[in-house]
T-cell receptor
Framework: GENVEQHPSTLSVQEGDSAVIKCTYS??????FPWYKQELGKRPQLIID?????GEKKDQRIAVTLNKTAKHFSLHITETQPEDSAVYFC??????????????FGQGTILTVHP | NAGVTQTPKFQVLKTGQSMTLQCAQD?????MYWYRQDPGMGLRLIYY???????DKGEVPNGYNVSRLNKREFSLRLESAAPSQTSVYFC????????????FGPGTRLTVT
């Protein structure tokens, strides 16, 4: 099955700095790569996703990049703010077949943004 | 529109006891999921249901059973709880066209002593 590795496990930055979280996956059949944010004590929520036919996608201060050849994808947050502090999870899912929608998550990155 | 709801929010069980975690969604989603979240291990899929009447195993199904009661409700049962099942359990749902965009419930914190 799919295996998703996520690094780093913790990340501490100063407000205004950039933060980068990296993930690798093992199954070449994976085609959807969503990122979820989980604030302390809350439920995970989707913040951005990228599909295999796209190399980069941006949404305001967050961007995701995908290198399908190397099987890795990354989350970039620019101009970080204290409210960006949370646990971030990457995930991978195949595009079709019986496993479509079965997300395999990374271990999570605890991001702390210091004012 | 409540989204995805779960009951109970907290539960303490003794080893060997059984219980059912309830989940319901009002978004008319076809697919529903049960995850467990443990520190340092992310979210791991226990079972999922692609549509009403179907269920399938995820990554960590041992010790659990599920029932897709109808389109709205998907329950998770622990027949004989073990300390290794101490975790936070999340239910989620998604629409057919965007299965990877999953909406999570608030979670159930379960402790097995």
């Amino acid at each position: 099955g799919e295996n998703v590795e996520q690094h780093p496990s913790t990340l501490s930055v100063q407000e205004g700095d950039s933060a980068v979280i990296k993930c690798t996956y093992s199954d070449s059949a994976s085609n959807y790569f969503p990122w979820y944010k989980q604030e302390l004590g809350k439920r995970p929520q989707l913040i951005i996703d990228i599909r295999s036919n796209v190399g980069e996608k941006k949404d305001q201060r967050i961007a995701v990049t995908l290198n399908k050849t190397a099987k890795h994808f990354s989350l970039h947050i620019t101009e970080t703010q204290p409210e960006d502090s949370a646990v971030y999870f990457c995930a991978a899912s195949p595009a079709g077949g019986t496993s479509y929608g079965k997300l395999t998550f990374g271990q999570g990155t605890i991001l702390t943004v210091h004012p | 529109n409540a989204g995805v709801t779960q009951t109970p929010k907290f539960q303490v069980l003794k080893t060997g006891q059984s219980m059912t975690l309830q989940c319901a969604q009002d978004m008319n989603h076809n697919s529903m999921y049960w995850y467990r979240q443990d520190p340092g291990m992310g979210l791991r899929l226990i079972y999922y249901s692609a549509s009403e009447g179907t269920t399938d195993k995820g990554e960590v199904p041992n010790g659990y059973n599920v029932s897709r009661l109808n389109k709205r409700e998907f329950s998770l049962r622990l027949e004989s709880a073990a300390p290794s099942q101490t975790s936070v359990y999340f239910c989620a749902s998604s629409e057919k066209a965007r299965l990877y965009e999953q909406y999570f419930g608030p979670g159930t914190r379960l402790t097995v002593t």
